[in-house]
């Protein structure tokens, strides 16, 4: 049964950070690219990074520069280095396959305010 468990969210002001954690069970996920999404409430869910298990690592524009995706597959995990965040990056963020399975964690709320 596979199951993804994000943490790491919180309140913070504009020009904080938060460094996010994911771990994912049931199997090993190294052939598999990963991604983080995120979702706000009246918009679909978007994908937000995603890391391959070698090879180019894409960002959406908005978040390129500020926020590192990394992965560790002996612990089955992925990481998300939030920088230098705005308003904008409010959400619940979570983590999946990028070809997403239907084991939807509960995400981890990341609210960015002054």
């Known amino acids: 049964q596979v199951e993804f468990v994000e943490s790491g969210g919180g309140l913070v002001k504009p020009g904080g950070s938060l460094r996010l954690s994911c771990a994912a069970s049931g199997r090993a996920f190294n052939a598999d690219t990963l991604a983080w999404y995120r979702q706000t409430p009246g918009k679909q869910r978007e994908w937000v990074a995603r890391?391959?298990?070698?090879?180019?690592?894409y960002y959406i524009p908005s978040v390129k520069g500020r926020f590192t995706v990394s992965r560790e597959d002996a612990k089955n995990a992925v990481f998300l280095q939030m920088d230098n965040l705005t308003p904008d990056d409010t959400g619940t963020y979570f983590c999946?396959?990028?070809?997403?399975?239907?084991?939807w964690g509960q995400g981890t709320q990341v609210v960015v305010s002054s």
């Open positions: 890391v391959p298990p070698s090879g180019r690592i």
């Open positions: 999946n396959t990028w070809a997403p399975t239907n084991s």
